[in-house]
């Protein structure tokens, strides 16, 4: 079976400690990773507008949120100047880069993808793409081929930015399988490639998901029939969960679970282009997560 890990970097504090700790277990045990970073100023503390969205609170208390993530950085953009991950920690990123890891966009500003995308214009949204474009192309020296919008947050309006943007494939969304979009009759040219896995913060907390036995629910998910996806968090796998992801991904290799990089999943799916189906891209909810996301409607 096949596993790709997406690393999302939402934070400046999960870039600093998270991205580096991941980054060394992923070399000692010999993975291979995507990771996609958030490369502008880093404004959590402005995400506790979501305190109105229904599960919000519920998963808040699930998630321990002030352990996860510090009060310093919940105070980002609101109490505290949000600081700008990519000017601060450009040398880490390039040296991820450097190790052989594939790396993307996840985001300039993640808040505002994340919590503003649906109210902004395709100006709007091309100019926030624009700005962490630029940011990647200082740091790496190389256009970004993938993006993985923040919190699965994507529609028709970020679609057409991406088929603009000549880029390799996106992660936006929550499916099964890879696939081109459709959204309101219209197919978008940019290869979606789902996360297909739950991730860690929707389950833990949950009685029927204790941490001791998240691994073997997981591996009861994984599949030969097509790329696993599992996307994990540089705050959460990076940090506070790094000890059980070291010993789920020594399990996986027990079990001769094969790791790629996303990047060699697009490339075999672009290869048989004329064998990748068209999807719906809809808004669904997940359990175990607050709001509506970008999801795979399958027929």
């Not at 096949?2 to 700790?21: A, S």
């Not at 109210?119 to 793409?129: G, L, R, T, V």
């Amino acid at each position: 079976m096949k596993l790709c890990i997406k690393v999302d970097v939402d934070t400046e504090r999960g870039t600093r400690i998270g991205v580096p700790n991941l980054g060394k277990l992923f070399k000692e045990l010999d993975i291979n990773a995507t990771f996609l970073f958030s490369l502008g100023p880093d404004n959590t503390g402005r995400a506790i507008t979501r305190i109105f969205r229904r599960g919000f609170l519920k998963k808040v208390n699930r998630t321990s949120v002030i352990s996860t993530y510090g009060i310093r950085t919940l105070l980002n953009g609101v109490f505290l100047p949000g600081p700008h991950i990519g000017k601060l920690h450009s040398e880490l990123l390039r040296d991820i880069y450097a190790q052989g890891f594939e790396v993307g966009i996840h985001a300039y500003d993640h808040h505002k993808w994340q919590d503003g995308i649906n109210k902004m214009s395709e100006e709007q949204i091309a100019q926030e793409f624009y700005k962490a474009n630029v940011q990647f192309k200082y740091i790496f020296g190389i256009s970004p081929k993938v993006i993985g919008a923040p919190g699965w947050q994507a529609n028709a309006k970020s679609l057409s930015v991406y088929d603009s943007a000549d880029l390799l494939y996106a992660s936006d969304c929550r499916g099964t399988t890879p696939f081109y979009p459709e959204v309101d009759e219209k197919v978008f040219s940019t290869l979606q490639i789902p996360t297909t896995l739950p991730t860690i913060d929707e389950l833990i907390g949950r009685p029927e998901f204790p941490l001791e036995k998240l691994t073997d629910y997981y591996i009861s998910l994984l599949t030969s029939d097509a790329a696993n996806v599992m996307t994990v968090h540089a705050e959460l796998e990076g940090m506070r969960y790094l000890a059980w992801f070291k010993d789920y991904l020594l399990t996986l290799q027990h079990h001769k679970v094969e790791f790629y990089k996303m990047e060699t999943i697009a490339q075999e799916c672009l290869a048989k282009k004329d064998q990748i189906p068209v999807c719906e891209l809809i808004q669904g909810e997940v359990e175990g997560r607050s709001g509506t996301l970008a999801m795979q409607k399958i027929s």
